[in-house]
């Protein structure tokens, strides 16, 4: 089956600093790949949709020029989190859609990102 | 007002036992419905996949339900086992936009000994 690799599964980062991170499509291409945050305990929050050789679409609350993509070929996304702070941290989480059974989209995940910064 | 609202938010059973998540959408119109498996610190894994005309699939000891009328889905879990502790999300894409997802907030589950 389709799989998703994310990468880093986790970073520790001081203040002030930037944290990229990849979302890779293993297999298959993906046009679009989808960033999500996660709090403790909370359900997934979709940020941004990634669109391959385009700008990605973020959504409302989400600032663009903190959270940076690029999706510069049809296999990997990355995210990145600029002059991250300590409400930066959290789970962010990636995601491909793919073509399944009776037409509808499956839906890959990444493993997500466990970001922690100092 | 989040369109997919998922019930009970937490549910905590012994092992061996069965239980049925419950999953509420006002998403419209209806492409499919997907449950996940979100083990802690793990990424969502997709247990199931329904689309309007089925109702219901199986995925080992889960079962997903799908009342595409009353817009409902479940989630029946059989012989649960501690490997089972884990939170499920319902997740529901709107007709010809299957890039627009709606998220569960999720039922976290723990299965104890």
């Known amino acids: 089956g389709a799989v998703v690799s994310q990468h880093p599964s986790w970073v520790i980062c001081k203040s002030g600093t930037s944290v990229k991170i990849e979302c890779r499509s293993l297999?298959?291409?993906?046009?679009?790949m989808f960033w999500y945050r996660q709090f403790p305990k909370q359900s997934l929050m979709l940020m941004a949709t990634?669109?391959?050789?385009?700008?990605?679409?973020?959504e409302q609350g989400v600032e663009k020029d903190k959270f940076l993509i690029n999706h510069a070929s049809l296999t990997l996304s990355t995210l990145t989190v600029t002059s991250a702070h300590p409400e930066d941290s959290s789970f962010y989480i990636c995601?491909?859609?793919?073509?399944?059974?009776?037409?509808?989209?499956?839906?890959?995940f990444g493993a997500g990102s466990r970001l922690t910064v100092l | 007002k989040n369109q997919v609202e998922q019930s009970p938010q937490s549910l905590i059973i012994l092992e061996g036992k069965n239980c049925t998540l419950q999953?509420?959408?006002?998403?419209?119109?209806?492409?499919?419905l997907r449950w996940y498996k979100q083990d802690t610190g793990r990424g969502p894994v997709s247990l199931t996949i329904?689309?309007?005309?089925?109702n219901t699939k199986s995925n080992g000891r889960y079962t997903a339900t799908l009342d595409a009328d009353t817009k409902q889905s479940s989630l029946h879990i059989t012989a649960s086992q501690l490997s089972d502790s884990a939170s499920y999300i319902c997740?529901?894409?709107?007709?010809?936009?299957?890039?627009?997802?709606?998220f569960g907030a999720g039922t976290r589950l723990t299965v104890k000994p």
């Open positions: 297999d298959f291409q993906a046009t679009t």
């Open positions: 995601s491909a859609p793919g073509s399944g059974v009776s037409g509808a989209n499956v839906l890959t």
């Open positions: 990634s669109n391959e050789g385009s700008k990605a679409t973020y």
């Open positions: 997740v529901v894409s709107a007709r010809d936009n299957n890039n627009d997802m709606r």
């Open positions: 999953c509420n959408y006002t998403v419209s119109p209806f492409s499919n």
């Open positions: 329904m689309t309007f005309s089925e």
